[in-house]
């Protein structure tokens, strides 16, 4: 940035935007050379975006037959002045009560919700801020169970100043959170001077695809009222659960503990996820806090969702015929996609981690890497962006703490580009079962859309040179949000 970085703020310069880890430097890979099946055959296939594009078509046909609720058409124009003009920060009241139905819904009927406790944001992202802003002050922290979403460290803390406290979980228990690493996190912290507000779990988990069972949720519930902290619970994938066990959430288990506090609770929502509209920037705080309630509306003025597209989602949400076939049929076209993405690997020796929820699977390489290191990490996710030409993330942008495992997403796409996906992966597992060499410094790839000889199927990294491929000065900055980048752990 040069000179002009000392006319701008520290916000502007500090690179907690996140976009210097490495989880997106895959997706710049695909941007400049994306796969289309028939213009770029060869091209980066995108297995980066959790993105759900599986039932889009059951949206598209409910706004033909209700062309009443768009305001850009013949038949629902005459609302244009009213919506056009509308400005409250609460919502249009039946927007509130739609997101309700929906929330409810998705949730199999379990448990309701009030309209009156439902806070405008623009997206997931919006909504994480709106509520740091509302409980914590710069250079407070949250405990966050490991792995999680990269961009949290954006969403969370950029602007805010909210600091990220990992508690590490591994594939001992199945990356399960317990009461005894809460309580070493929370500890070793205190210890450190760094003041907790909080405690924030993803369930469904991103990246695991996991669900939290009642009694996990309800120790979680128990931690945070001894401790006095707030739990903040991102929901947002609480719709895409497609197989058992049924999705819990924590208004459930609410009804079951005696004695807490309801002000220490909190949701974040979304429907970029369950509904696969992120583009529609609808992102929900939902808080038993009545105070954060109060002041995140009055936040939600710098991110509202807009009024044409509360307009649209008040009469589609409120259509329970439609919301119940949805989710459905969302739900059985996730299984059969799971279940053919993870049959696909299973055929190469390829196991991922038990789901039964998320747009995405928690896939086991570690018998791939050269060495049990986050830099081999690093070397085998370079090969599979540039030679088997797949954007995939490495757990270690999701802050692992074991090297080799990888989030790859299988929603984002048609069924033809996942054959393709599952082809090239078939044949660099291939090469790479019958490599043979003990050079610790090479790599065994055949290219999926290239002839190549067996002779030519070796990529050699020189140990001069590996840091270079692995990791360039413009991927991680020194101000990068993640306190223990790959490469830095890897040291």
């Known amino acids: 940035m040069g000179s002009n970085s000392a006319l701008l703020s520290k916000i502007a310069t500090n690179g907690g935007h996140g976009e210097n880890l490495a989880y997106f430097d895959g997706w710049k890979a695909y941007d400049r050379n994306p796969f289309h099946p028939t213009q770029n055959p060869e091209g980066v296939i995108q297995m980066g975006l959790a993105e759900n594009q599986l039932s889009l078509d059951l949206i598209e046909e409910w706004i033909r037959k209700n062309p009443k609720a768009s305001i850009c058409t013949a038949e629902g124009v005459e609302e244009f002045k009213n919506v056009a003009n509308f400005q409250d920060y609460y919502g249009f009241p039946d927007f509130r009560k739609a997101i309700a139905n929906f929330m409810s819904k998705a949730r199999g009927g379990r448990v309701t919700f009030d309209p009156d406790r439902v806070v405008m944001a623009g997206g997931a992202t919006g909504a994480n801020e709106l509520l740091m802003f509302c409980l914590a002050d710069p250079g407070d922290a949250f405990l966050v169970p490991s792995p999680y979403y990269p961009a949290f460290y954006r969403d969370?803390?950029?602007?805010?100043?909210?600091?990220?406290?990992?508690?590490?979980?591994?594939?001992?228990?199945?990356?399960?959170v317990t009461r005894a690493a809460l309580e070493a996190a929370y500890?070793?912290?205190?210890?450190?001077?760094i003041n907790i507000k909080g405690l924030i779990i993803t369930n469904p988990s991103?990246?695991?695809?996991?669900?939290?069972?009642?009694?996990?949720?309800?120790?979680?519930?128990?931690?945070?009222?001894?401790?006095?902290?707030?739990?903040?619970?991102?929901?947002?994938?609480?719709?895409?659960?497609?197989?058992?066990?049924?999705?819990?959430?924590?208004?459930?288990?609410?009804?079951?503990?005696?004695?807490?506090?309801?002000?220490?609770?909190?949701?974040?929502?979304?429907?970029?996820?369950?509904?696969?509209?992120?583009?529609l920037r609808v992102g929900i705080v939902y808080s038993y806090n009545?105070?954060?309630?109060?002041?995140?509306?009055?936040?939600?003025?710098?991110?509202?969702?807009?009024?044409?597209?509360?307009?649209?989602?008040?009469?589609?949400?409120?259509?329970?015929?439609?919301?119940?076939?949805?989710?459905?049929?969302?739900?059985?076209?996730?299984?059969?996609?799971?279940?053919?993405?993870?049959?696909?690997?299973?055929?190469?020796?390829?196991?991922?981690?038990?789901?039964?929820?998320?747009l995405y699977c928690w896939m086991d390489l570690r018998k791939l890497l050269k060495g049990q290191t986050f830099e081999a990490e690093m070397v085998l996710w370079r090969v599979i962006i540039n030679e088997v030409k797949l954007n995939v993330s490495p757990g270690s942008s999701f802050r692992c703490v074991e090297?080799?495992?990888?989030?790859?997403?299988?929603?984002?796409?048609?069924?033809?580009?996942?054959?393709?996906?599952?082809?090239?992966?078939?044949?660099?597992?291939?090469?790479?079962?019958?490599?043979?060499?003990?050079?610790?410094d090479q790599v065994f790839v055949k290219s999926p859309n290239k002839k190549r000889s067996q002779n030519d199927l070796r990529l050699s990294f020189p140990a001069t040179k590996r840091y270079e491929e692995v990791m360039s000065p413009h991927i991680m900055s020194p101000h990068s949000p993640m306190p223990h980048s790959p490469l830095l752990r890897a040291n």
């Open 403 to 440: 090297p080799g495992w990888f989030r790859v997403c299988f929603a984002n796409m048609d069924e033809h580009t996942v054959e393709v996906a599952l082809k090239r992966i078939r044949a660099f597992v291939g090469v790479q079962g019958n490599k043979k060499s003990n050079n610790a």
């Open 156 to 176: 969370l803390g950029w602007r805010t100043g909210v600091k990220i406290v990992p508690v590490d979980c591994d594939s001992s228990n199945n990356f399960q």
């Open 290 to 358: 009545d105070a954060v309630v109060n002041c995140g509306r009055k936040m939600s003025s710098f991110g509202l969702v807009s009024s044409q597209t509360q307009h649209l989602l008040s009469a589609m949400l409120l259509d329970d015929v439609f919301v119940s076939n949805f989710l459905k049929t969302s739900s059985k076209r996730l299984a059969r996609r799971h279940e053919v993405f993870t049959t696909g690997l299973k055929e190469v020796g390829i196991n991922c981690l038990k789901s039964n929820a998320g």
């Open 206 to 279: 991103n990246p695991l695809g996991t669900t939290l069972d009642r009694d996990t949720l309800t120790s979680l519930v128990k931690f945070i009222n001894d401790k006095n902290i707030h739990l903040v619970c991102d929901e947002i994938y609480s719709g895409t659960v497609f197989s058992s066990p049924t999705f819990t959430c924590v208004s459930e288990v609410m009804q079951d503990v005696k004695n807490f506090n309801r002000d220490l609770i909190h949701i974040v929502y979304s429907l970029s996820k369950d509904m696969g509209v992120p583009g």
């Open 187 to 193: 500890e070793k912290a205190r210890n450190n001077n």
